[in-house]
C-alpha cells in the first residue's frame, strides 16, 4: 500500500481478502517492542495484506474499531473483522490468529 494512499473505514470495508490491520505509533514502546514478532508472523502470510495506521489524538480510523491500547491487530477477511490481537506477545499468538484468515 503506497504511503499516501487515503485509508478510511469504508476502504477497509469493501475490502476484499485477507487483511491484517496495524493500530499503533511509531514513539510506543509496546508497538517497538512488538514488531519482530509481527514481521516474522506477517511473512509467512505473503497473501496477507498488511497495512500499518499511525494512530493518535485526531484520528478518526482506530476510533471506529473501538482500539484503545496499542499495538491493536484486526484481522480482516473480505472487510469483516474475525479476530483482534490487543499488544501481542507472542509470534505465536500471532501466527495462530493470521492461520485463521483465507
Avoid at 509481527?38 to 497473501?47: Q, S, V
Wanted: with cysteine; proline share 5%.
Amino acid at each position: 500500500m503506497h504511503p499516501n494512499t487515503p485509508i478510511n473505514r469504508e476502504f477497509l470495508d469493501q475490502r476484499a481478502g485477507a487483511t491484517l490491520v496495524e493500530f499503533g505509533a511509531t514513539w510506543c514502546g509496546h508497538c517497538q517492542a512488538a514488531q519482530a514478532n509481527i514481521g516474522a508472523a506477517i511473512n509467512a502470510y505473503p497473501n496477507i495484506h498488511h497495512i500499518k495506521i499511525e494512530d493518535g489524538k485526531g484520528q478518526r480510523l482506530g476510533r471506529t474499531y473501538a482500539v484503545k491500547l496499542w499495538p491493536t491487530l484486526i484481522l480482516l477477511q473480505d472487510g469483516v473483522e474475525i479476530e483482534r490481537l490487543v499488544r501481542p506477545l507472542s509470534k505465536t499468538s500471532i501466527t495462530a490468529a493470521l492461520a485463521k484468515l483465507k
